[in-house]
Nanobody, 115 residues
């Protein structure tokens, strides 16, 4: 069982930055794949960034060049650094882990980009 707790969401103006954090309940190096997803109102949940425990990284085209995914293996934390935020980035952001074929999800954190 992997427990994930997100934090760091909030209200930010267009062009601003936020850093999301995901606290992981077990040794993060033992988890093959971790990532960030988001779900906007009325839309399906979409994958925006993933990283394997061998540091292979994927970023969706919609966030490439603006978002960065990273891990701190010593602290069992995962991060999503979001720069140059746009109103279309408004969504609930979820931390995800795939361990031994099982998907685990955090409770989500709201990010609102608005002036």
């Amino acid at each position: 069982q992997v427990q994930l707790v997100e934090s760091g969401g909030g209200l930010v103006q267009p062009g601003g930055s936020l850093r999301l954090s995901c606290a992981v309940s077990q040794r993060i190096l033992s988890i093959f794949l971790m990532g960030w997803y988001r779900q906007a109102p009325g839309k399906q949940r979409e994958m925006i960034a993933t990283q394997t425990n061998r540091d292979s990284t994927y970023l969706a085209d919609s966030v490439k060049g603006r978002f960065t995914i990273s891990r701190d293996n010593a602290k069992n934390m995962m991060y999503l650094e979001m720069d140059n935020l746009k109103p279309e980035d408004t969504a609930v952001y979820y931390c995800n882990a795939v361990s031994y074929g099982i998907n685990y999800w955090g409770q989500g954190t709201q990010v609102t980009v608005s002036s």
